[in-house]
């Protein structure tokens, strides 16, 4: 998007465990920006309502939405597909609303060719340790399933600079969203 009164595209990423909800939660607390809710072919978990955790949609239909040019971004994990809808993200830019987008490397790269001027944040953690101690301190992780996020962590760390425009570093959670709001705010400074 040109200068204008649309909204911007944002992706924030970032390895599990590294803080990513904290930070959203404390940036969109204090900015104006909108979460983008996700779409997903899993199933909903107790707690979890359609359109506010993700919009759940059977897989015939995502597959539908991914071929008719329906969907930003898309991913496959654990079987489940996962992506962005245009319908949900579309209208809020034009309205004027920066829309964060909470996605892996592989949507942030579908990002990057069908959304150019989409600013893309990745949020990395001091070291793997940390990031180990994080995982296993949320006591709902198995020990393989640490070991694996930990070798995914490692890649999207290493591929971070050729994708994302921002690396933000998360060792203190107040700088890390600081720093997040200073890069919306620029934005906002573009000239809109």
Same mark, same amino acid.
Request: no cysteine; aromatic share 6%.
């Given at each position: 998007m040109t200068a204008s009164p649309e @909204?911007? #595209?944002v992706v924030v990423s970032g390895p599990s465990g590294v803080g990513k909800s904290s930070i959203l939660a404390g940036v969109l607390e204090a900015s104006h920006a909108v979460f983008s809710t996700s779409a /997903? /072919?899993?199933e909903p978990r107790h707690h979890e309502v359609d359109g506010r955790e993700y919009h759940f949609l059977d897989r %015939? %239909?995502?597959? $539908? #939405?991914i071929e008719e040019g329906d969907v930003l971004e898309w991913a496959e994990y654990g079987g489940n597909l996962y992506g962005t809808l245009r319908r949900e993200v579309?209208? #809020?830019i034009a309205a004027g609303s920066d829309v964060i987008l909470d996605i892996e490397n592989e @949507? $942030?790269?579908q990002i990057r060719s069908s959304y150019p001027s989409a600013v893309l944040v990745f949020i990395r953690p001091p070291d793997l340790d940390v990031l180990h101690r994080r995982l296993t301190e949320r006591g709902d992780t198995s020990s393989r %399933?640490?070991?694996?996020?930990?070798?995914?962590a490692k890649a999207q760390v290493d591929e971070a600079p $050729?994708?994302? %425009?921002?690396?933000?570093l998360n060792d203190d959670l107040d700088t890390a969203i600081g720093r997040v709001i200073d890069i919306?705010?620029?934005l906002s400074d573009d000239g809109r």
């Amino acid at each position: 998007m040109t200068a204008s009164p649309e @909204g911007h #595209l944002v992706v924030v990423s970032g390895p599990s465990g590294v803080g990513k909800s904290s930070i959203l939660a404390g940036v969109l607390e204090a900015s104006h920006a909108v979460f983008s809710t996700s779409a /997903t /072919t899993r199933e909903p978990r107790h707690h979890e309502v359609d359109g506010r955790e993700y919009h759940f949609l059977d897989r %015939d %239909d995502f597959e $539908a #939405l991914i071929e008719e040019g329906d969907v930003l971004e898309w991913a496959e994990y654990g079987g489940n597909l996962y992506g962005t809808l245009r319908r949900e993200v579309e209208p #809020l830019i034009a309205a004027g609303s920066d829309v964060i987008l909470d996605i892996e490397n592989e @949507g $942030a790269k579908q990002i990057r060719s069908s959304y150019p001027s989409a600013v893309l944040v990745f949020i990395r953690p001091p070291d793997l340790d940390v990031l180990h101690r994080r995982l296993t301190e949320r006591g709902d992780t198995s020990s393989r %399933d640490i070991e694996r996020r930990l070798s995914v962590a490692k890649a999207q760390v290493d591929e971070a600079p $050729a994708i994302y %425009d921002h690396i933000v570093l998360n060792d203190d959670l107040d700088t890390a969203i600081g720093r997040v709001i200073d890069i919306l705010s620029s934005l906002s400074d573009d000239g809109r």
